[in-house]
C-alpha cells in the first residue's frame, strides 16, 4: 500500500516512523490537522500484525482526533500516535523516553496523551524528557483522571436526549441499557440513577457490576443479552463497533447514547439508525468531556497557570448546545445525526485552515 492511497490518508499534514534498536521501540505518528492548534491525541500501544494494520489504525485515529476536538471548540487539532507492541510485556521506563526523545523532534506539532495499552505512569515517565505529553496526575496542571468528566458530558447528553424525545426534564421513568460499567460507565450510572433512571446493566467483569448494582440498584443481564432489553436508551460504554448489522436488528431503544469510541461499524449503520427512526447521539461529541479536561491542562502548560474546572465547565456546556444544535439540524434537514457532526467539525477546521492559510499568505 502506497500510504498516499488509503482511503485513510485523508490529507494528513505528516505522518512519522520513528524507531528505537536500544529499547525495541517502533512507533507511529499521524498528525492529521494543526489547523486549530497543536494536534493532541492518545498513544496506542498495541501488538499490531502488520506495520500497516498500524499505520492504518493510526491514520483514521487521528482523523477522528480532528473533528472530535473542533467539535468541542478547542484550539487544537487532531493527532494520534502509536507503539508496535504488547503492552504487558514489552513496556519500559527507556521505551517511553524514547519514545519522548521523538516527540520533542516533531517541536510541539504533537501532543500525545494516555490510550489503550498505555497508562498515567507510562505518560508521566515520558514527561520527564518532553514537555508534549498531557494527562498528567500530578502537579497544578494536571488534569487527573478524564473519566469523570466524560461521564458528566454523557449524563447531560442523556438529558437533552430525555427532554427532546420524551419530554423530561429529568430521567424518571426512563430506562437506560447500559454496556460497560469501567470508568466512564460506572459514574454515569450513579448520575442517570441520581436522577431517576432505572438501569440494566452489563459487563463482562463481575465485580464491576456487582459494584455498580449495589449503588443503583441495577439489573444485571449477560453481555449478548443487553442488545435485547426493552429500554429507552442503550448506552454503550465498553468497545467500538457494537452498533453493527446484527445488533441494530434487535435494539428496541428509541436512542443511543453512550461514550464508547466508534460506536457506529460502519457510516452506513448511522444512516439505517436515522432510517429506522432510531436517535443516535455521534459518539464524538458526546464523549467529548475527557478531551475538554485534557484541553484544560495544555491551556495550563502554555499559559503558566493550574487546570481550570471553570474553563472545563464552559467547554462542556457548549459542548452540549452543539449537540442540540445537531439533533435540531437531523431533523429540520432528514439527515443522520452523524453527517451533521462531521459537517460542522469539518467546516470549523477549514475555517481555521483558511485563516492560517491567510495569515502565511499561501
Ligand atoms: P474501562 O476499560 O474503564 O471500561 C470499559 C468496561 O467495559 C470494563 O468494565 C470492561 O470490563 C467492559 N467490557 C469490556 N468488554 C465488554 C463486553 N464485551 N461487554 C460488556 N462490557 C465489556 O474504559 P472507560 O475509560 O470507562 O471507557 C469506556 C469507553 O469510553 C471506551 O470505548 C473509551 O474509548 C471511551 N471513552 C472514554 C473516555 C474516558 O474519559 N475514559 C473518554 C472518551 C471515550
Redesign the pocket.
Given at each position: 500500500m502506497i500510504l498516499f492511497d488509503s482511503p485513510n490518508f485523508a490529507n494528513h499534514e505528516g505522518v512519522h516512523a520513528f524507531s528505537d534498536e536500544k529499547t525495541g521501540l517502533k512507533a507511529i505518528v499521524a498528525v492529521h490537522s494543526t489547523a486549530r492548534g497543536p494536534a493532541v491525541g492518545g498513544t496506542r500501544m498495541w501488538n499490531y500484525a502488520t506495520a500497516e494494520e498500524a499505520l492504518e489504525d493510526v491514520l483514521r485515529l487521528s482523523k477522528g482526533m480532528s473533528y472530535k476536538n473542533a467539535i468541542a471548540d478547542l484550539e487544537m487539532g487532531g493527532g494520534k500516535s502509536v507503539i508496535i507492541g504488547d503492552s504487558r510485556t514489552q513496556k519500559s521506563p527507556e521505551l517511553f523516553q524514547a519514545f519522548a526523545r521523538f516527540l520533542n523532534g516533531l517541536g510541539g506539532h504533537y501532543y500525545a496523551a494516555e490510550d489503550?495499552g498505555t497508562s498515567v505512569e507510562d505518560i508521566a515517565e515520558a514527561r520527564k524528557v518532553t514537555e508534549y505529553v498531557l494527562g498528567l496526575k500530578d502537579g497544578p496542571e494536571a488534569s487527573g483522571?478524564?473519566?469523570p468528566?466524560?461521564?458528566e458530558g454523557v449524563f447531560r447528553s442523556n438529558l437533552v436526549v430525555a427532554r427532546r424525545l420524551f419530554g423530561k426534564s429529568d430521567m424518571t421513568g426512563l430506562t437506560v441499557a447500559v454496556?460497560?460499567?469501567?470508568?466512564?460507565?460506572?459514574y454515569l450510572c450513579e448520575k442517570l440513577h441520581a436522577a431517576g433512571a432505572k438501569l440494566i446493566i452489563?459487563?463482562?467483569?463481575q465485580d464491576?457490576l456487582n459494584a455498580v448494582a449495589a449503588k443503583t440498584g441495577a439489573e444485571i443481564v449477560s453481555?449478548d443479552a443487553?442488545y435485547d432489553v426493552q429500554a429507552d436508551i442503550y448506552a454503550?460504554?465498553?468497545?467500538?463497533a457494537t452498533l453493527n448489522p446484527e445488533t441494530i436488528k434487535r435494539l428496541k431503544v428509541k436512542a443511543i447514547c453512550?461514550?464508547?469510541?466508534?460506536q457506529l461499524a460502519t457510516p452506513a449503520i448511522g444512516d439505517a439508525l436515522h432510517e429506522m427512526g432510531i436517535l443516535y447521539s455521534p459518539?464524538y461529541v458526546v464523549?467529548?468531556?475527557?478531551?475538554i479536561?485534557v484541553a484544560s491542562e495544555m491551556n495550563a502548560r502554555q499559559n503558566g497557570t493550574a487546570y481550570d474546572p471553570a474553563w472545563v465547565e464552559g467547554k462542556l456546556s457548549r459542548l452540549m448546545e452543539t449537540f442540540e444544535e445537531i439533533l435540531v439540524r437531523s431533523e429540520q434537514e432528514n439527515r443522520p445525526t452523524y453527517q451533521i457532526a462531521d459537517a460542522i467539525a469539518e467546516e470549523r477546521i477549514k475555517v481555521a485552515a483558511d485563516k492560517k492559510a491567510a495569515a502565511l499568505k499561501v
Open positions: 489503550v483522571d478524564p473519566s468528566v466524560t461521564a454496556q460497560g460499567v469501567g470508568h466512564v460507565g460506572a452489563t459487563d463482562v467483569n464491576n453481555p443487553i454503550p460504554c465498553a468497545l467500538g453512550g461514550a464508547a469510541n466508534n459518539d464523549n467529548g468531556g475527557g478531551i479536561n
